[in-house]
């Protein structure tokens, strides 16, 4: 289902804002991208489950970096008062995920900010206080610390301090994240964890293309101030069909990818893929594995993934970040204190290192899907 | 205070006289004063301030066009033959293991982002050159012409490249991240704007070593250099070092490298003033303005510089007009730079520039310099050969290193070291 967002941020400026139907949009997508991206047949989608839009099923196959790029310029289109700027971005980006933007809706709405990520997020909360969206690039997720404190002492306490007077609903904070395989200390890192623990703001994570539009559509036009990583070892590599038009994916919804009924597997982001090919693995060893993409980590969907442990009995969660005090912590303890009398074995976690991320050792850092298998295995025979 | 040299620095009654009247009125008075003050210096940068583009400077020292700013005519070199050759070959190491770094990243041997530093070389030499060993550099990802000015051997810095344990820091950090302690290099920071502080307590601490503890040398304080670029120049932490280090007075020199590009936002479009020396008075410290590309004038302005932090008197902030003649990185396709700025600034290239120089003033002959090269040559293929054939780093080495204790995450319920709990590679041990 589409989703329409029925937002305070639109209801306010609904006077100078068009109001929408999915067809109308479509047909405003489709002239843009009109190109040679109109196909007539129907294709298949990859593993995601069912498609969650009523729109057309027209698509091309694209990657990470050209979904996102389509979800800007419809969020571009479609709001006269949406703005994207960072560092970089006119000329497209340095993962080209904002290209051709600044030549369509011209340099004032499209612009580059001076290298100071403080000032570029505080800039995008004024912005977004002011009725406007802010789409904010930072360029790498790594450089988004001096923007922690206006993400975290401004934007996430902006509507709760006023008293809903104001709101930075409009606010979405766009950044690469996660490791690339040279990036080093600087150009891997995943700091989804220090902001799941900020209430007010929103911390989505796509897993995939299709996954990317949808979700970074909603995150722009979700009446709350959202952080949004996007994996950057997916721009280029994973490739998916995806719809021309405008669609939406619900937040706070997690997705279960793959059923099964030994074990459940939790993950987002780059990570999905891993695990997926964990599951390939682990199937061919009999055990059943139910993968699950978390895709808003807060607020994040207890409900599906407690569903899922209740049914296979096991959880394991992956992710990038050091495993202490990452976000697969919160969902061990909540599980634990949601199923604790069906679980058959300790919630496992698999995930980076407790080091800073490191250059020459990435492999041996990182969550590999062999250390995956071992805690699949360990699991089911514990 | 004292005399200066030929370089004007703007004379310091332009700092006493402001801490000594507070009222805010005097502040442009102060201003226009020392900015004219600067405009007097018949240097030839201090023309291109006034009128933009940058890249309009003519080099007064080591070109042919013999204005008075320089000191020296055909006759009278502005440096000895030693230091000529000095820093002949201090540039031309630069220069030459750059090129090789480029080599080896295509061929697979260095990986990572590796930003090369060719066209600026002028800027490292003329100041690093300058230093004592205890005095201090801290840089920016673009380090590596920093360490080897620096002294850190190459190849140490080329065994870091590779990733190697051999290197600089042991292969833990890479092409951004050349530290040294027994050469007092605080480091290449990935993050912009990150060295800056860290380079201001560093000349914190020199300072107080000299004067609370006593603990003083005969040449006066040590120095600390923070090389920055101009991207840089926008962040808040740069602003709030320059009033710390005013504020108190900190042997610390400002470097910032103006080479007009930060990967694809130029300058020019993403600065309000993009004159950067200017931001020195506004901070109550001494801004300069120099042509990058001439070794010999980035000398002469580092001299006095130096002497200034070594004197007690205080931060400078010095804008040097540069050049990268690559792209940001090696990722980096460098599509946006237009064909007829590169050829503008090739042609001040500085090493050829000092080449000319040097052989017009007899300071060396050809074969000299070519022998130099030579030399240098050979100690780059030196180091690539010492780099590959050095060994990576142990497995073990990973976890090292995070705390203070080489074990890093204490003994484990078990009595054993943390570190040595099989699980614990497999982030799945508790910690």
């Known amino acids: 289902m589409a989703m329409i967002s029925k937002d305070p941020v639109q209801a306010c400026t609904a006077t100078t804002l068009r109001q929408f139907d999915s067809s109308k949009k479509m047909a405003m997508a489709l002239r843009k991208f009109g190109k040679d991206g109109i196909s007539i047949w129907r294709r298949g989608f990859s593993s995601s489950a069912g498609l969650e839009s009523s729109s057309t099923r027209d698509a091309t196959p694209v990657n990470l970096f050209t979904a996102i790029n389509q979800a800007l310029h419809i969020a571009l289109d479609t709001d006269p008062r949406s703005y994207v700027f960072g560092e970089d971005v006119s000329f497209g980006g340095v993962f080209r995920c904002t290209t051709g933007l600044a030549e369509q809706f011209g340099r004032q709405r499209v612009f580059n900010t001076p290298l100071c990520e403080q000032g570029i997020a505080g800039f995008a909360i004024g912005l977004a206080a002011m009725g406007n969206r802010a789409i904010a690039e930072i360029q790498f997720a790594d450089y988004i610390f001096p923007a922690f404190d206006q993400l975290v002492n401004e934007a996430a306490k902006f509507r709760y301090r006023s008293g809903n007077e104001f709101n930075c609903g409009g606010l979405t904070i766009r950044s690469p994240y996660g490791a690339v395989g040279h990036g080093g200390h600087y150009h891997s890192q995943s700091p989804e964890a220090f902001f799941c623990h900020v209430p007010g703001l929103k911390v989505v994570i796509p897993r995939s293309p299709y996954q990317a539009k949808g979700l970074l559509l909603a995150s722009i036009r979700d009446p709350n101030p959202v952080v949004f990583f996007e994996p950057k070892w997916l721009y280029r590599l994973a490739v998916e069909e995806v719809p021309d038009a405008d669609y939406m994916l619900p937040l706070s919804q997690a997705e279960v990818v793959r059923e099964g009924k030994d074990i459940t597997l939790v993950g987002w982001g780059a990570q999905l893929s891993i695990l997926e090919q964990a599951c390939e693995d682990a199937e061919k060893e009999g055990i059943s594995c139910e993968l699950i993409d978390l895709r808003t980590l807060i607020p994040w969907d207890k409900e599906t993934v407690e569903a899922s442990v209740s049914k296979t009995g096991r959880l394991l969660v992956s992710h990038e970040a050091p495993v202490t005090g990452g976000f697969g912590a919160e969902i061990s303890a909540s599980i634990i204190e949601r199923c604790f009398l069906r679980l058959e074995a300790p919630v496992a976690r698999v995930c980076g290192l407790d080091t800073p991320f490191p250059l020459v050792y990435e492999p041996f850092y990182m969550p590999t899907k062999n250390k995956i298998l071992d805690a699949i295995k360990s699991t089911v025979n514990y | 205070m004292a005399a200066f040299s030929a370089v004007k620095i703007p004379p310091p009654q332009f700092t006493t006289v402001r801490s000594s009247s507070q009222r805010p009125g005097s502040s442009p008075v102060h201003f226009v004063h020392s900015s004219s003050a600067f405009n007097s210096i018949s240097f030839g940068s201090a023309k291109s301030v006034r009128s933009r583009p940058l890249f309009a400077v003519t080099s007064g020292v080591v070109s042919s066009d013999k204005t008075k700013a320089a000191s020296s005519s055909a006759s009278n070199p502005a ?338 070291y943390r570190c040595e709990d099989p699980l614990f590679t497999q982030g799945t041990a508790q910690v």
């Not at chain 2, 710390?244 to 300058?267: T, Y």
């Not at chain 2, 931060?315 to 040097?320: A, D, G, H, Y």
């Not at chain 2, 030196?382 to 073990?396: G, H, N, Q, T, W």
């Open chain 2, 79 to 416: 440096v000895t033959r030693e230091v000529a050759l000095e820093l002949y070959e201090d540039m031309i190491l630069g220069r030459a293991f750059e090129d090789m770094c480029a080599q080896m990243y295509y061929r697979g041997k260095m990986f990572g982002f590796v930003h090369l530093y060719n066209g600026q070389e002028a800027v490292s030499t003329g100041f690093i050159k300058l230093l004592n060993q205890s005095d201090k550099v801290v840089s920016t990802y673009r380090d590596h012409v920093h360490a080897l000015s620096k002294g850190v051997p190459s190849r140490e810095v080329m065994a870091e490249l590779f990733g190697k344990t051999t290197g600089c820091c042991r292969g833990q950090g890479g092409s951004m991240h050349m530290f040294s302690a027994a050469h007092n290099l605080l480091g290449g920071f990935a993050f912009i704007g990150e060295g800056i502080p860290v380079a201001t307590g560093a000349a914190f601490s020199a300072k107080y070593h000299h004067e609370v503890l006593k603990q003083s040398k005969p040449e006066g304080l040590d120095v600390t250099l923070a090389f920055f670029g101009d991207g840089t120049c926008n962040n808040g932490q740069f602003f709030e070092c320059l009033n710390m280090a005013q504020l108190w007075k900190l042997p610390i020199i400002f470097v910032v490298e103006n080479n007009l590009w930060a990967i694809g936002m130029s300058h020019l479009r993403a600065t309000s003033d993009p004159e950067i020396w200017k931001k020195g008075p506004a901070f109550g410290m001494p801004g300069v303005h120099v042509d990058g590309m001439d070794v010999l004038k980035v000398r002469e302005v580092a001299q006095e510089a130096i002497a200034r932090a070594r004197r007690g008197d205080g931060p400078t902030l010095v804008e040097c007009e540069t050049y990268r003649f690559r792209g940001h990185s090696l990722a980096d396709p460098d599509e946006l730079r237009k064909p007829d700025e590169k050829d503008h600034y090739s042609a001040r290239d500085p090493i050829i520039a000092l080449k000319k120089y040097i052989i017009e003033h007899g300071l060396a002959s050809e074969s000299e310099l070519k022998s130099i090269d030579k030399k240098i040559d050979d100690v780059v293929e030196d180091a690539v050969e010492f780099a590959d054939s050095s060994p990576l780093p142990p497995r073990s080495q990973l976890l090292e290193n995070v705390f203070a204790d080489p074990k890093g995450f204490g003994i484990g319920p078990d009595g054993k």
